[in-house]
């Protein structure tokens, strides 16, 4: 099965994803991508090909990737990586 492009349906379905079944993460992103470690609550609310928009305690916050994404399954590749990549909860 070919991957989606990423239109804006396709980014709402990760987003609604996202934050249904993965707020955790969400956050992680908010706070070690977004460089605002003090957040306490983050949402997605966008996936384009350069960045993933989150609204971070009622803020919006562009959170660029390391590369364009091509398709809903480099998006899912890249925010898996991008979590994995993240240190152990603490260590710095």
Request: with cysteine; charged share 20%; proline share 9%.
């Amino acid at each position: 099965m070919a991957a989606d492009p990423l239109t804006p349906a396709v980014s709402d379905r990760i987003c609604k994803h996202m934050n249904d079944d993965h707020a955790a993460a969400v956050l992680s992103y908010a706070r070690h991508y977004g460089g605002i470690t003090t957040a306490r609550q983050a949402r997605m609310l966008a996936v384009g090909p350069e960045a993933m928009r989150l609204e971070v305690d009622g803020t919006p916050v562009d959170v660029p990737f390391d590369h364009t994404l091509s398709d809903s399954e480099d998006a899912h590749r890249t925010l898996v990586a991008m979590l994995r990549s993240l240190p152990a909860p603490g260590n710095p």
